[in-house]
Structure formats: structure tokens, C-alpha cells
């Protein structure tokens, strides 16, 4: 649902993509996580064989914060597969997560002002437009 779409919502926005149904099953080992295995079907329930099976790996990580949910694809043709695949899956997923970390913490690092560094936040005191679009005195 797009945005524009939010404060007025019909019931003709909320019909199902009938073309695109799956049957949802979950499987878990009670300790590390839980894989979804999505299969295709068509309208009527039946098996739709011309679309893949999709698996998705689900575990959480412990953090200062609480728990952190994580979700990843993991490309397999069997469930035997995506369980063997799992770890890998995960460790992708993670690294991931730290590289949006780091490139929001690098983010909010160039948003620091240094007394005295002549950069002023905008909307702050008089001067022009230096670099990245920050007012300087």
C-alpha cells in the first residue's frame, strides 16, 4: 500500500494477489531458529508447480536492546537444503545488519558540530552555504 494511500484506505486496496499465493509452513529445532517454507499454490489451494518453492530463515540475536529479530531468504530447492544452508544465511544477514550499523553511525558521526569549526547547523545563525550544503559564518 503506498503512502498517499494510508489515510483513505478502501476495501478494493486490500485484495489479495491471487496469482501469487502461497501455502505457509514453519519448521523449527526449538533452539536456533525456524525456517518458512513458502509453497506456491494457485486460487483454488491446489499446488501451483510452475512457480519455485521460497524458504525463509528466522532466528534472534541477543542484544544490549533486547532481542533482535532476524529474517533472511535462503536459496534452496528442498527443506533438507535451506537447513544446511541456514548458518550461512544468518551469517550473511548479520554482516548486513553491521554494515547498515556502521553506515548509520557514519551518518550521524558527519552530523556532530565542533564548537568553533566555523560550521553552523542550517536554519542557525547568519553566513552562506559551504560545503554539503552546511551555512558556515
Do not use: W
Not at 544477514?93 to 551518518?107: C, D, F, L, P
Amino acid at each position: 500500500m503506498s503512502p498517499q494511500h494510508a489515510g483513505a484506505v478502501k476495501a478494493d486496496d486490500l485484495q489479495l494477489n491471487v496469482n501469487n499465493l502461497y501455502l505457509e509452513e514453519t519448521f523449527t529445532d526449538l533452539e536456533i531458529g525456524s525456517i518458512r517454507r513458502l509453497t506456491p499454490v494457485k486460487a483454488d489451494g491446489t499446488l501451483d508447480p510452475t512457480r519455485p518453492l521460497r524458504f525463509l530463515g528466522q532466528t534472534q540475536l541477543m542484544t544490549r536492546a533486547g532481542p533482535l529479530p532476524i529474517e533472511m531468504p535462503i536459496e534452496a530447492g528442498s527443506l533438507k537444503e535451506a537447513a544446511q544452508k541456514f548458518g550461512a544465511a544468518i551469517e550473511g544477514a548479520m554482516q548486513k545488519i553491521a554494515e547498515q550499523i556502521e553506515r548509520h553511525q557514519i551518518e550521524q558521526a558527519r552530523q556532530i558540530v565542533v564548537p568553533g569549526s566555523g560550521i553552523v547547523p542550517p536554519g542557525v545563525g547568519g553566513g552562506g552555504v559551504g560545503p554539503n550544503n552546511l551555512i558556515v559564518r
